[in-house]
């Protein structure tokens, strides 16, 4: 196992790559958006795309912050109190509406159980990151 950088905390810096493989073993994660002047964090269930975090959602409040394009986080995490492990993985990049429907069909041939289900109101919304960073309690 390779030795990792840390940071101030003390928790382990992740490289990217680890940080993706993180990514594509958590089902569920948070999105952190601005709407109405409030900071608003949902929890939705996910995928990764290649590079891209992927995620089903019905009109309302998700929907409506990024139709015009607009910058988010997305945060996935694992945390084991017994063991006193854990690591986090930030995604910051700009949310778009999957606009196409042959890229709608596409992701829908994913696999992803939305909890919502898959109603004909219910659209993919795409977070293209700009950055991505991990961090993770070290071993001890």
């Known amino acids: 196992m390779r030795k990792l950088a840390t940071d101030r905390a003390g928790l382990e810096i992740l490289h990217l ?14 999105i952190g958006f601005l709407a109405g002047g409030e ?12 590079q891209d975090v992927v995620f089903r959602t019905a009109a309302g409040a998700k929907l ?3 139709e015009v394009g607009q ?13 006193a492990t ?21 992701l829908d041939e ?3 159980a939305s909890w919502g289900g898959r109603g004909p109101d219910r659209v993919w919304i795409r977070i293209r990151p700009t950055s991505i960073s991990g961090r993770r309690i070290p071993a001890e």
Do not use: K
């Open 17 to 30: 790559g680890d940080c993706y493989t993180l990514l594509e073993s958590a089902p569920v994660g948070r």
């Open 71 to 83: 910058y988010v986080s997305f945060e996935v995490d694992e945390f084991d109190r017994a063991a």
């Open 39 to 50: 900071v608003v964090i949902l929890p939705v269930n996910f995928l990764m795309d290649g």
């Open 86 to 106: 854990g690591w986090s993985v930030l995604v910051n990049g700009l949310a778009e509406l999957v606009d196409t429907d042959a890229e709608a069909a596409r």
């Open 64 to 66: 409506s912050a990024v």
């Open 110 to 112: 994913l696999g992803l």
